[in-house]
Nanobody, 112 residues
């Protein structure tokens, strides 16, 4: 069982930055495949970025060059650094572990 708690969301103007954090507990974090998803109103949840236990990353085309996913295994924490934010990045952002466990989500709102 894995428990996930996201933090770091908020309201920011277009062009601004935010860093999301996901604190994991309950399992061997360093071996977990982790990912960030987001869901905008009226849309399906979509993959934003993922990171393997070995640190290999991949990104949705819409965020490449603007978002960076990382992990600190010593702190059982995953991060999503977001820069050059756009209004279309507005969504609830969710942390996911092992393609199975979900956090409660954190709201990111980007004003134009």
């Amino acid at each position: 069982q894995v428990q996930l708690v996201e933090s770091g969301g908020g309201l920011v103007q277009a062009g601004g930055s935010l860093r999301l954090s996901c604190l994991a507990s309950g399992s061997a974090f360093s071996r977990n495949f982790m990912a960030w998803y987001r869901q905008a109103p009226g849309k399906q949840r979509e993959l934003v970025a993922a990171i393997t236990s070995g640190g290999t990353t991949n990104y949705a085309d819409s965020v490449k060059g603007r978002f960076t996913i990382s992990r600190d295994n010593a702190k059982n924490t995953m991060y999503l650094q977001m820069v050059s934010l756009k209004p279309e990045d507005t969504a609830v952002y969710y942390c996911n572990a092992l393609n199975r466990f979900w956090g409660q989500g954190t709201q990111v709102t980007v004003s134009s």
